[in-house]
């Protein structure tokens, strides 16, 4: 079997100007997301939001079959016409990973036609992420249970579509709880959001994040079934 193709993209804003985030990320969140991918055999590329077309051309796309989303203080930069040639992608097969923050990007809002706003706070709070579906693919080889240290809190109501699948939900030690990963199928593509991630925190070099984010991949890298038509059909030869 073919390795799967993914596209890591990161809008590399935060490493470049916040010296805080470049001690964590020294070659830049894509490159920490892109790693344990690669690790599980996977064939992996990085795009970033300065380059021409935000490195999402039609050739690259045409040979992703996995599309992993970060982005936070640049969302707005991304081209409309970008937007749309990724919505076009997923809709037509290729998987979609979005993380943390991605949740308020151009695609993803698209995607779930939805404002996709929620309550958000930066205070250093513990993360408990259960596992609410422990027989989803995404799940396989956690605890019921795992535990970040600190991350930034985001909060009920999460305004997004009714997922199709919780796979976790977050409780922070302020109280708050949230669906922090939840699956989507938009077309022939599938979708997955996961909340850990905020640029100041190790998250990404945690190895049950980098677990769940290869599942991830593994989950929404597209199937070889038949592809449907649609439009006027003919009776099939011999239906009469």
């Excluded at 070659?27 to 992996?44: E, F």
């Excluded at 100041?200 to 593994?218: E, G, L, P």
Aim: with cysteine; hydrophobic share 35%; aromatic share 10%.
């Amino acid at each position: 079997m073919n390795s799967i193709r993914v596209t890591v993209w990161n809008e590399f804003r935060h490493e470049q100007r916040d010296e805080a985030v470049r001690k964590v990320y020294p070659d830049g969140i894509h490159a920490a997301i892109a790693k344990p991918l690669t690790d599980a055999g996977m064939q992996v590329r990085t795009a970033t939001l300065d380059e021409p077309d935000h490195g999402l051309t039609e050739a690259v796309l045409n040979e992703t079959d996995v599309l992993v989303w970060w982005g936070h203080v640049a969302h707005h930069e991304v081209q409309d016409a970008i937007v749309d040639r990724v919505v076009r992608r997923v809709h037509s097969g290729m998987g979609l990973v979005v993380l943390h923050s991605g949740h308020f990007s151009k695609v993803f809002r698209s995607l779930m036609g939805t404002s996709c706003d929620l309550r958000w706070r930066e205070e250093d709070e513990k993360e408990r992420l259960f596992v609410i579906d422990p027989t989803h693919p995404i799940a396989e080889g956690l605890p019921p249970y795992f535990e970040l240290p600190k991350e930034e809190t985001y909060g009920e109501h999460f305004d997004i579509p009714v997922p199709d699948e919780i796979v976790f939900l977050s409780w922070f030690s302020g109280g708050d709880v949230f669906r922090s990963g939840v699956t989507f199928r938009r077309g022939r593509g599938k979708i997955f959001y996961f909340r850990p991630g905020h640029e100041t925190y190790s998250t990404y070099h945690d190895s049950n994040i980098q677990r769940v984010i290869v599942n991830a991949c593994r989950w929404a890298a597209p199937t070889r079934g038949p592809v449907p038509a649609y439009g006027h059909a003919p009776s099939p030869e011999g239906a009469r």
